[in-house]
């Protein structure tokens, strides 16, 4: 006969095993409770299956609180009250945990500060609580009880951390999968899509449709942090997973070091022979090399958060029925490089701060005011108000976000650095030219000492410094600067990064202002050139330079100025 508590709590378990994989995300050695490298070894196998551990995980931890809320269970159905109603608790204890899930602050929280993450959790208790009708309030607080218990329990930066007890649960979800294989590869952890936000958009629509009509897609969704791009890309992995495809894998790309983990790690789930123990290069190789040769089924790969296109260079996997989808919020390069795009919720400027101004709400209510994350949403609401010329907003944030970095992380720490330069930029944008280039040549000393002379933060602000002289006409510094800066860019990025095209286009101007007007348009030309075939026609970078180009010509040539051959207006 089935278990009719197993049904009920099972929702509370797959619960649990979100918020235990999401604040993995967040753990380190630092904060894991005894032998840290067996844990990471435990997480990295629940991190490999993907998918089809979460339901089996979820299926173990549901039978443990069904077993320890038995004896409340029938006791309640005793007093005549029926499976509806303590359903209804069941959903509200959901709830507290769905709660924890999906937010940064709170996942972060929970394995770096166990403390007050029991404080919050224990108010959200309490407001749940009041739902409640007081009969049913035995049940609620022993399924509470027992879940909170289990979580404790398996979760390695509990200070109630149970090692076995994870071992147990690992070792039993093993052999369930091991008799239940099936032929499709579920890798990753892909976000959970968030019902409460996420509704279905035109987007959604042109994705699908995409990926359904071509067999070897190549697509990027771009657009800002929190446009929910990254919830489409998953809400399309989840949905290629239900109609069985043979393959879907999320590989983080936050960093190419990432995107060489996670490849190499899916290799070990498919058939590639492994015998002669190779290298992690290797291992990419042979995955790249089995994608191209296998047979043409339906197969989905998602790199998320790609920060540089350059990143995944040589990383891509082509074949027949493979589709490829990327996120990011650089938008730079794709084209160029054959990728088809959508670009995902572009907010205005004004929605841009209201959701800044929520994120840093949000943030001080739950980290406190001088939290790194905290910070750094000060930082980027800052950023909103000065791209909308709310300067003066921008720059009294900004002088904020300085003196607090300085306070609580030091006076050379990166995102100190990074506050003393964003300052330096906005007295820039409102003509305090003396102001910025002081702290905009403070900084150049600082990361020079602190990043090192190659550091592309480094070349970043002696760029900065260098559009800040010509702003006040020191011309022959300005170009002094940007040759040499040329130079270091070329040797260190590369002479098609993004960042050698902006320099280029920068001492084009400077040229231009100091008269030197046919070096200026020669370089402008040339720098066109290569914009177009490294950015593509349509990017702001070629366009600015275009127009640059265009302006030094009439100035060269003049409409009013007699005609060399015909002497004619």
Request: hydrophobic content about 40%; glycine content about 6%.
């Amino acid at each position: 006969m089935a278990d009719p508590l197993f049904p009920m709590t099972l929702g509370v378990g797959a619960s649990l095993v979100k918020v235990l994989l999401q604040a993995n995300g967040y753990a380190t050695e630092a904060n894991s409770v005894g032998v840290a490298k067996e844990v990471y070894g435990i997480l990295s196998w629940w991190k490999i299956r993907g998918g089809d551990a979460d339901d089996q995980l979820a299926k173990q931890i549901a039978e443990v609180l069904a077993d320890k809320t038995r004896g409340m269970y029938e006791e309640c159905r005793a007093q005549g009250i029926d499976e509806e109603q303590l359903g209804g608790v069941v959903t509200e204890v959901e709830i507290i945990f769905n709660k924890v899930v999906g937010n940064d602050e709170l996942l972060f929280l929970a394995v770096n500060d166990p403390d007050s993450f029991s404080e919050v959790l224990q108010g959200d208790i309490g407001q749940r609580r009041k739902n409640i009708e007081s009969r049913l309030e035995p049940y609620f607080d022993k399924l509470v009880e027992a879940a909170v218990d289990e979580y404790v329990k398996l979760a390695p930066w509990s200070p109630k951390f149970q090692i076995e007890a994870l071992k147990d649960l690992t070792n039993k979800v093993a052999e369930i999968l091991k008799n239940t294989a099936k032929e499709s590869v579920i890798f990753g952890r892909r976000p959970d899509i968030a019902d409460s936000y996420y509704i279905e958009r035109e987007e959604q629509v042109r994705l699908y449709n995409r990926v359904k009509k071509d067999p070897r897609l190549r697509l990027v969704l771009v657009g800002m942090h929190g446009c929910g791009k990254s919830q489409l890309a998953s809400d399309l992995a989840q949905q290629c997973e239900k109609q069985g495809w043979s393959l879907v894998a999320w590989i983080n790309a936050a960093s190419r070091e990432s995107v060489q983990s996670d490849l190499a790690e899916l290799a070990q789930l498919l058939p590639i022979d492994r015998s002669d123990e190779p290298t992690q290069d290797q291992l990419i190789n042979r995955c790249l090399d089995y994608f191209k040769s296998a047979n043409a089924t339906d197969r989905l790969i998602v790199f998320d958060n790609v920060e540089d296109i350059n990143d995944l260079t040589g990383l891509v996997p082509r074949g027949d029925g493979l589709r490829v989808v990327a996120t990011t919020t650089n938008e730079y390069g794709w084209k160029n490089q054959s990728w088809d795009q959508i670009k995902i919720g572009v907010f205005s400027r004004e929605d841009s701060i209201e959701f800044y101004e929520q994120m840093l709400a949000e943030r001080e209510w739950v980290l406190g005011p001088d939290h790194p994350y905290t910070l750094t949403a000060r930082n980027n609401l800052a950023g909103a108000y000065k791209s909308a010329g709310r300067f003066g907003e921008a720059i009294e944030l900004y002088e904020q976000v300085l003196a607090e970095r300085e306070r609580v992380l030091g006076p050379d720490h990166p995102d100190t650095l990074n506050a003393r330069s964003n300052l330096a930029g906005a007295y820039d944008s409102v003509g305090r030219f003396g102001e910025a280039i002081e702290l905009f040549e403070q900084v150049l000393a600082e990361r020079e000492r602190v990043l090192g002379p190659d550091h592309p933060d480094t070349l970043t602000v002696r760029d900065n410094l260098a559009v800040a002289y010509d702003s006040v006409g020191r011309l022959a510094e300005v170009i002094d600067a940007l040759e040499e800066l040329l130079l270091d860019c070329q040797r260190v990025l590369g002479a098609d990064h993004p960042d050698t095209l902006n320099t280029r286009n920068n001492l084009a101007g400077a040229y231009e202002s100091a008269g030197r007007l046919a070096e200026a348009i020669d370089a402008w030309e040339e720098l066109l050139l290569d914009c177009q075939r490294v950015l593509g026609r349509e990017h702001p970078l070629t366009k600015r330079v275009e127009k640059n180009l265009e302006a030094a010509k009439r100035k060269m040539n003049p409409p009013d100025a007699l005609s060399p051959e015909t002497g004619e207006d």
